[in-house]
């Protein structure tokens, strides 16, 4: 299967191999690109922080590359972030195995309000409300911004001519901003009617929705927020022939 990627260059490698070792053709087309800011405004008693709330493998590395703080404990949303985490040398890392609402729920079950903030690494816009839900708890949450993901503003040449000419079987999505900003992408060079043959493979039902504009020949959802479903979600597509 031909298969396009659309995740941030810094994110993309591991989904690649996974998806050479089964065979696949891959192209990568990263649709966001990671910026950090040059100047960090953080929030007032973040020093008190109690643990740090990872919802993003960019969050875990930007916190790494400004902070020396390792002793931090980190709650991370999925097994993506709670790998970069430790990637960057936090040892003490727990992941929620699935969306902002489970590692709302880790929290509130794990933490106590009175023990102190918790600090939230993260890039200027967010999906999911993860500070409403930990407030409505009883906690105090500190967002961090300390990157931005800025969108392509058009397809690349080669990307474009595969889609043109057929030669893209599928395309995964990982986020909302990321399918969000492929339909304007494609919308932008006037060959959105080419999706009809094209399947999507997403990672959540919110990431098919970002996607409703464009008709594709098949939308495949992953049972489960993670990569190893994801990948079981496109293989579902080999079996039926989608």
């Known amino acids: 299967m031909r298969v396009l990627v659309t995740r941030p260059r810094e994110d993309a490698a591991g989904l690649a191999a996974a998806l050479e070792a089964r065979g696949d053709v891959v192209m990568l087309e990263p649709l966001l690109t990671i910026v950090a800011r040059d100047a960090v405004d953080w929030p007032p008693g973040h020093e008190a922080a109690q643990a740090l709330l990872v919802t993003s493998a960019n969050g875990a590395r930007a916190f790494a590359g400004c902070d020396p703080r390792r002793g931090l404990p980190v709650y991370a949303v999925g097994e993506a972030s709670a790998a970069a985490a430790r990637e960057a040398g936090f040892p003490a890392v727990v992941s929620a195995g699935g969306d902002v609402d489970g590692l709302a729920t880790l929290v509130a079950a794990r933490l106590d309000p009175a ?6 690494p993260a890039a200027g816009r967010l999906a999911g ?12 949450v500190l967002r961090a911004v300390l990157y931005d993901a800025v969108p392509r503003s058009a397809l690349s040449q080669p990307v474009a ?27 932008a060079a006037r060959i959105e009617g080419t999706c009809r043959g094209i399947a999507a493979v997403c990672l959540s039902p919110a990431v098919a929705a970002a996607l ?22 496109l293989d579902g597509l080999r079996v039926t022939g989608a």
């Open 161 to 187: 001519a595969a889609i043109n000419r057929g030669a893209i079987d599928a395309v995964t999505f990982f986020s909302p901003r990321t399918a969000a900003a492929f339909v304007s992408l494609m919308e």
């Open 212 to 233: 409703e504009r464009l008709a594709w020949r098949e939308v495949a959802v992953a049972a489960s927020p993670d990569q190893a479903a994801l990948l079981a979600a």
């Open 115 to 120: 023990a102190g903030p918790l600090l939230h």
């Open 129 to 140: 409300d993860l500070q409403g839900a930990l407030s409505a708890v009883g906690f105090s």
